[in-house]
């Protein structure tokens, strides 16, 4: 470990999302804030049952695909973000979870997460889009 190291260092390192090589050929890495960002979009890219070993990992927001978008999906999609958050990531404190239809694309929302690393009590701000009808071109 070199002394450049951020000061956050403590918040983690690991493995890039998607995986990648680096430049020098090992496996691509992250560190600090940008690998907790990176793991709540792990935790929302994957749905529940999909990791054989830990079928319980991941987010419940896949079961809602195909269905029309209303008022009940959309509490339903902010509800199962909010709970696999606060189970999978202990890195934050999900501070809102706001869901509203993409205008530009049909059957598609976007998931805006507001959040803070606790250690460091920065806070941050995602937006996941998530399609529940298929795009056509």
Known sequence: ??????????????????????????????EDEEDVRQAILLILETAKGERVMRPDFGCGIHRLVFEPISAVIKTLARKEVEDALVTW?????????????????????????RYAVRTTNT???????????????
């Open 89 to 113: 990531e202990p890195r934050i404190d999900v501070k809102s979870v706001s869901v509203a239809e993409d205008r530009r694309i049909r059957g598609g929302l976007l998931i805006d997460i």
């Open 1 to 30: 470990m070199s002394a450049a190291r951020s000061s956050s260092s403590f918040l983690g390192r690991g493995w890039a999302f998607p995986v990648a090589r680096s430049g020098v050929g090992d496996v691509a890495a992250t």
């Open 123 to 137: 806070f941050y701000n995602l937006v996941f889009p998530f399609h529940l009808q298929e795009q056509r071109s």
